[in-house]
Nanobody, 127 residues
């Protein structure tokens, strides 16, 4: 599978962005999809995940209430709406596909729970 993330950019604090991640292939609808981010000098961290079947979502505490993950299976695309941006949201954002089809999601998922990764899109928030 190929995952192509886009939508990043430079935004002021309090602003918003919408990230997209388009996936190749025909099995998109059977995989959980997630977003992670990595800031300079920091480890990659979980941001959000959406289940393949019922739209259930989980978020990191740091983005809960500000970010929204969604998916459009007809377009093979997962989205991340970023609202009320803060300078600490500055990072490269990566989309990722779950390790296996029809998998479960849970709070506390890590990068090792995902098997395919996009190339990342830079989000920079100025104060």
């Amino acid at each position: 599978v190929q995952l192509q993330a886009s939508g990043g950019g430079l935004e002021q604090a309090g602003g918003f962005l919408k990230l997209s991640c388009a996936a190749s292939g025909r099995t998109f609808s059977t995989y959980n999809m997630g977003w992670f981010r990595q800031a300079p000098g920091k480890e990659r961290e979980f941001v959000a995940v959406i289940s393949w079947n019922n739209g259930r979502t989980y978020y990191a505490d740091s983005v809960k209430g500000r970010f929204t993950i969604s998916r459009d299976n007809g377009k093979n695309t997962v989205y991340l709406q970023l609202n009320s941006l803060k300078p600490e949201d500055t990072a490269v954002y990566y989309c990722a596909r779950g390790f296996r089809q029809y998998g479960s999601i849970w709070l506390g998922m890590t990068g090792s729970d995902f098997g395919s990764w996009g190339q990342g899109t830079q989000v920079t928030v100025s104060s």
